[in-house]
């Protein structure tokens, strides 16, 4: 993985010790609160309902056992106990107090780390499929790429003050599990007929309070061109975009009203001033890049398992957790595995202090001591021996990280919600718990297969509700807190935003009302028909008739404005 230089190290120390300076003048009232409030923003920090909450970068999802330790030691000695894995592949804390911030920043860089940029209208954390580097169905390893983005990006004085925060991720496999066509640009790695890689260019997806699915305005860019290309973007979004309306302002929001091929054409005329410039990549910049991502020291396996099957048959349970938590590696006799954050009875996404060193001691024993986050709110092991399935699978279920519910049901993405953020309409977590509860069957679970639930408290939309199977929003009656349903969205190659069935529900009424959409699609299914494509063979009607056919204990039904408007 990438390591600082002296300059990487420099910034981030200097940055330190600047934070520390302001963080000291706010305290001391010699800074308002509005005075602060941009300076700690571009630190990560936000004021959330009872304390400040610190969101840690973690570049394309990526990490070491020496840095997912430091996240154990900031969650016991500053917060709580325990740390909050995002849908941005971040770590989040809500509980610091203002005073520790610049000795949770000084630690954070013993070990290159930072939060610069988790926040403020600038180029956010750059994201990426979990498995990149690993996976059996990727074109070619998309890291060097993004860490060029990602130093390029990061005080980059032009896009310091953009008109809202901008989002960018890549995906080089043929399965895509970055989601790049709902982020501001998506990047394909493709290669052309001539053999030459390069990337297919989406700019102008986003959900938030306008969900759009991101058009393509270059099929195929070279990759020397990444940097002026993205560049070009930038440049007409920054001139163009608004900065009058705050909910109107992102990229999205632009290219919908000019239209996706009058946005090309003018970020093509500004890329022709570009093209040429000091910012095309060289071969020898990709490789030095490169080189920090060579593979690590893969033993020469075979890639037999007739071991491996027939401990399956031994063990159920540990037959469900490969069919679910493994999958497949392009090293013959290795595998990558997905450490389940979903156990019922947990909120989605946190892990104990415990649990955050328990993984680093089995990156190090078992995956050459990295690890990834997904933007399912999940950890990743990416180079483990199918040899060593079974006994990774036993310590990682004393230590509650073993469910074996990937892609099911209970693998719920949940935001914070109004448990802790201040934006929030509606609580979050209680929901996903409920939910979790009711259907706490894994054979039940495993018989109604792939199925992604997800919740947002909020039109921001941090819990990606509208591309969940079936998304959940948090939304605000007369003081008081509703769940609004839709169905049939989803991320990956077939991306496609849910819709709303109707009238929102208490919260009390939510587990009933997922058991009654489930209800239909049981009933209703053509042989191993996936939830969505029976949702999109028959609309959402039949679904909707019967969630409303009869009341539903907890509350009556609150009509409203369409929150997707």
């Known amino acids: 993985m990438y390591r600082y230089d002296q300059y990487d190290h420099q910034i981030v120390k200097e940055r330190v010790s600047q934070f520390k300076g302001q963080v000291e003048r706010r305290l ?113 390893d998309p890291r060097a790429y993004m860490e060029i983005l990602r130093q390029w990006s990061t005080f980059h004085p032009e896009f310091a003050y953009l008109p809202r925060k901008f989002k960018i991720a890549v995906n080089a496999a043929a399965e895509d599990r970055a989601a790049v066509r709902v982020h501001d640009i998506g990047l394909n790695l493709i ?95 990709l490789q030095r890049v490169a ?53 019922t009875g947990t909120p989605p996404g946190d892990a104990t202090a415990e649990q955050i060193d328990f993984v680093a001691d089995l990156s190090e024993r078992y995956s050459f001591g990295e690890l990834r986050v997904t933007h399912e709110q999940n950890l990743v092991l990416a180079d483990v021996r199918q040899s060593d399935l079974l006994a990774l699978y036993k310590e990682a279920k004393a230590h509650g990280l073993a469910t074996p519910n990937i892609g099911l049901l209970t693998d719920i993405i949940c935001c914070p919600g109004g448990d802790f953020c201040s934006l929030a309409n509606a609580k979050s977590i209680p929901i996903a718990e409920a939910i979790a509860e009711r259907f706490d069957d894994l054979d039940f679970q495993h018989d109604i297969g792939d199925i992604e639930l997800n919740i947002s408290g909020c039109i921001n939309a941090c819990g990606h509700h509208h591309i969940g199977n079936i998304g959940i929003l948090g939304v605000d009656k007369d003081g008081s807190e509703w769940y609004q349903v839709s169905i049939g969205g989803s991320q990956g190659n ?22 009654r959409l489930l209800e239909v699609y049981v009933r209703e299914r053509i042989e191993d028909e996936r939830f969505n494509d029976t949702v999109h063979r028959l609309g959402i009607a039949p679904f909707k008739d019967h969630v409303y056919a009869t009341p539903i204990a907890g509350g009556s039904y609150q009509a409203g404005e369409d929150a997707y408007a």
Request: net charge neutral.
């Open 494 to 515: 077939e991306s496609a935003i849910g819709k709303i069935i109707g009238p929102s529900f208490s919260a009390k009424q939510m587990p009933e009302v997922v058991a």
């Open 191 to 285: 290669k052309n007929d001539s053999g030459e890689f390069g990337f297919q260019v989406l700019v102008g997806g986003g959900l938030g309070r306008t969900p759009i699915i991101g058009s393509v305005i270059r099929e195929f860019l070279p990759w020397q061109h990444l940097l002026s290309y993205t560049e070009a973007i930038m440049r007409v979004y920054n001139q163009y975009g608004r900065r009058d309306n705050k909910y109107k302002a992102r990229i999205k929001i632009l290219v919908k009203a000019i239209g996706a091929e009058e946005f090309a054409r003018q970020v093509e005329a500004e890329w022709l001033d570009l093209k040429d410039s000091p910012s095309t990549i060289t071969e020898a910049e």
């Open 28 to 140: 001391s009232g010699e800074l308002s609160e509005d005075e602060f409030r941009p300076l700690r923003l571009q630190n990560g920090l936000y004021m959330q309902r009872h304390a400040y909450m610190l969101r840690v970068a973690v570049p394309y999802g990526l990490l070491s056992s020496k840095q997912m330790r430091m996240f154990a030691h900031i969650a016991r000695k500053y917060d709580r106990g325990y740390g909050h894995f995002t849908t941005r592949q971040n770590i989040q804390y809500n509980w610091i107090e203002l005073e520790q911030t610049p000795e949770i920043l000084a630690d954070l860089a013993s070990v290159e780390m930072h939060a610069i940029q988790t926040s403020g209208n600038c180029i956010r954390n750059i994201t990426s499929d979990q498995y990149c580097g690993v996976a059996a169905d990727e074109l070619a």
């Open 291 to 343: 080189s920090y991502f060579a593979p690590p020291a893969y033993e020469k396996l075979s890639d037999s398992d007739a071991e491996l099957q027939a401990q399956r048959a031994e063990n159920k349970a540990f037959s469900s957790w490969l069919g679910r938590n493994v999958k497949p590696h392009k090293v013959p006799g290795y595998a990558i595995v997905t450490l389940s954050l979903k156990k």
